[in-house]
């Protein structure tokens, strides 16, 4: 009530102030299925097992969320090494740690303030660290420039699209922001757009032509869009998440050109840029492509490209590091992003120093070197050896067709479900819900439903990680195989 | 343009996208004077000063922001030595570092996914620290309960003052969601209610009552608000950031019962409750004092409070650990806020750790604990002796006054500017930004205008930390009062 009501001290309103009723309305329309009601039921599980409660199996098997350390990912050694360091820098002076770690700590603790990684950084991340940042991204791209004034450090890729995509919301009713993502998503796009209010704009990814991206697709999304709202922005996730897929040079291409000519912000989230597997296929930033097609896009196109320390072969999700790099960003909006991200303070400071050390990993002359490429080289060729056997695992499955897992950490097989178990989980809740929580009730295998990531309607899918160690991941599919054979029998 | 042009693919439209007339119009009205102009204009002084520029001083002394460890504070040897331990565990093997420093790094580590900081967490934080950081709470308030499944660790407490803000936010025009904030105030609140696009509700604390907050001038504000807009939300920042005052249990209490009587979810900022010097003063939690007026209160007031690592005694800013407990939050509510946080996966991990140190310290029967307490007690008494030392030598000043700090780590002194100065300045700036941009230019000395913060209009402030070190604190506070005295000559 809007009066004010002349309540003696004794007689204190019953009313509560923040009710489902009364609280903002667009954060009872986000959803993040990743996190969602089966790992809630997952968890539960688990602590029935501990408590010991009989159940059909002896462990939960979670490939829910790209988690690699939980899922038994050992840490990169240097940048563990390097972080002790510049946490206790009284360990400068042990003889134990390499020279070479050493002086990256020391470099570390130069660039902030009071020598200290407890000290506030510059709201855009540690110059240094952005120096070395752009450093990386012109030897990645073959030399194609890159200002360290352009990149933004932040709290894990999340926060940086966040960030971005605040700016771009405004207008109301038809006027109001829309932003292009694909089918299927991850979800923290949806999140995000429904937390401001912006309107999500769905473009369909090509299941029958490996989870490809076609411009005529957009166009169908575009034009439609411009019916009700004002489409601005125009985001890709290569490799694919949940999908899978790498996207090819001349896709990018051609998605560059439409945002050219219809006039959007691409969005370009690359978190997964050295998670590539299959043969033929290859990573190929949006900055990069941009740059080759001359000056009359490379002056143009704005673009947000983001990454992460969360993902690649490192997997330091908990650390929460991550950058975006801002292309032809309108000088004063950059001004006002920069005043955004102060009010935060800084991204946390071990997540920079993290980054820094991703952007600038041990050198061939320096000691840390050989170590180091054998430990990338092996979680990046375990990964591509679980992702080769997840998809052929699964495509021996009745009623179960997946794409080939080119890159990033998941499969995204589409699943037969039949059409009583249609109608039992109507009920209730979607069929691919109903789908995934009997598989986790009845084997202990925690995966998530397609419909939280979306797809076409009438199909039905679920998202898995391949991270599981590889004698795990063949427990997890044979498991998987013989519970979609039951299943199927049993709604048949 | 909301028309689909057909354009050629050789003539690109010229727009931009994202422009100052197009971008999110809530972001351009944020604010954040902490790290505003004045401190872009400190470090162009210091690139300058490193280039071989001439000025009339030698280095910038920065007192623009909380930030400790810049300004030479040591870091607490056993949080460091843990946090070592828990980036590289092969040091547990390490003969040099104590016993209980191992312990807490192993007890944490084994509530880590995989036993890695590198894991996510769950997404309302690790559940062992919530459990400690309950379990400091309850020792804190002298034994009022405290539940783990309240607590929300965060990525610092701006974090969680920002999503708790954006929870009560909704409602249009005279039902728009009002949130009362003090006046002055840390400038965090009055940008996050701009970027929400809620309506600010000024009430002003009583200078001549060293910063006091009456309840009468509480209602003044809610009842003139209530003409325009919808207020829910009382936010209390104890002990004082800009102001430095530590609120009485009276104060405190009439607090309280004015939220009850009028309907107001609480918003208690207590970060700095360990930075308390004055004598006399106390901490009093707003979640002890709840407890203690009894059920009628205990069991109506919603109520969230705040902490964070980046203050108190161990000024760790740049990990960004913190917590929130929310008190008697609806249960409904309670699943949209632990949904909300899940899209941005979790607080940085080591800051978790950090916190859980904090909550935890070494006790004493522990080979750290005489270390620890010297190191804290050491860093309390300076702080304590800064506080006194800033009065006082202010207070010398003709025509600076200023009230005790009594807690925090900031004075804000009024100051007397010129007739004359003010209009020079309304030429182009806040009086009290042109007296603080000249102090910066002539001096070196670099402290916030009161505007940044709000004051009384007709008066004038700055804000200034107490945190560079007691050498440095004196050539500082001649240097404010060799100033004061010139400016007030040449515009006199």
């Known amino acids: 009530s809007l009066s004010h009501t002349q309540t003696p001290a004794t007689a204190l309103p019953a009313a509560e102030v923040l009710t489902l009723d009364t609280m903002n309305p ?17 968890m539960q599980l688990e602590k029935e097992l501990q408590e010991g409660v009989k159940k059909p199996f002896t462990e939960v098997i979670k490939a829910n969320i790209g988690d690699c350390h939980a899922m038994g990912q050992q840490p990169i050694t240097f940048f563990r090494q390097v972080l002790a360091l510049c946490s206790y820098p009284e360990l ?18 130069q660039a902030c303030g009071g020598g200290s990684i407890g000290a506030y950084s510059a709201s855009q991340g540690i ?20 200002n360290p004034d352009n990149i933004y450090l932040s709290t894990g890729a999340s926060d940086a699209i966040a960030t971005m995509l605040k700016l771009l919301v405004s207008g109301e009713g038809p006027t109001r922001t829309g932003v292009m993502i694909s089918i299927p998503q991850y979800p923290l796009y949806s999140a995000a757009l429904a937390d401001l209010g912006a309107i999500q704009i769905n473009y369909y990814l090509d299941e029958s032509n490996n989870w490809s991206l076609a411009v005529g697709e957009l166009r169908r999304a575009l034009e439609a869009a411009r019916k009700h709202c004002n489409p601005r922005a125009l985001c890709v996730i290569n490799p694919g998440n949940p999908t899978g897929q790498v996207q090819s040079r001349q896709c990018i291409e051609d998605v560059i050109r439409f945002a050219a000519e219809e006039n959007l912000f691409l969005m370009a989230d690359e978190v997964y840029q050295d998670n590539v597997y299959a043969e033929g296929c290859q990573f190929h930033s949006f900055k990069k492509v941009l740059f080759e097609m001359g000056p009359k896009y490379s002056e143009k196109v704005e673009l947000a490209s983001f990454h992460s320390t969360s993902k690649c072969y490192m997997g330091e ?42 952007v600038n990993p041990p050198q061939p002359d320096e000691p840390s070197y050989s170590t180091f490429m054998n430990e990338r080289t092996a979680v990046l060729a375990a990964l591509a050896e679980k992702a080769r056997m ?36 109507k009920k209730g809740q979607a069929p691919d ?18 419909s939280g990531f979306g797809q076409r309607d009438g199909t039905y899918h679920f998202r898995m990680t391949i991270l599981p160690p590889t004698d795990k991941l063949k427990i997890f599919l044979a498991k998987v195989k013989e519970f979609h054979q039951r299943f199927t029998e049993r709604y048949s």
Chains 1, 2 share one sequence.
């Open 92 to 109: 400068l002076n042990d003889n134990k740690f390499p020279e070479d770690a050493k002086d990256r700590a020391r470099r570390i603790l």
């Open 390 to 425: 997840t998809e052929e695992i699964l495509n021996k499955v009745p009623g179960i067709r997946c794409n080939p897992v080119q890159g990033a950490m998941y499969s995204f097989p589409q699943i037969q479900i039949p059409h009583k178990a249609i109608e039992e989980a």
């Open 317 to 358: 999700c908990g650390f929460r590091g991550g950058y975006m790099e801002v292309i032809n960003l309108d000088p004063a909006v950059k001004a006002q992003l920069t005043k955004l991200v102060s009010v935060r303070l800084c991204p946390p400071v071990p997540g920079q120093a993290l980054l820094d050390l991703v």
């Open 127 to 146: 110059e240094l660290v952005r120096q070395d940042v752009s450093r990386y991204i012109v030897r990645r791209d073959g030399g194609v420039p890159s």
């Open 433 to 450: 819900m109903f789908y995934c929580m009997t598989l986790l009730d009845e084997m202990g295998i925690c995966v998530v439903p397609g």
């Open 26 to 42: 667009n954060i009872k329309r986000v959803e993040y299925a990743v996190r969602g009601p089966i790992v809630q039921r997952a």
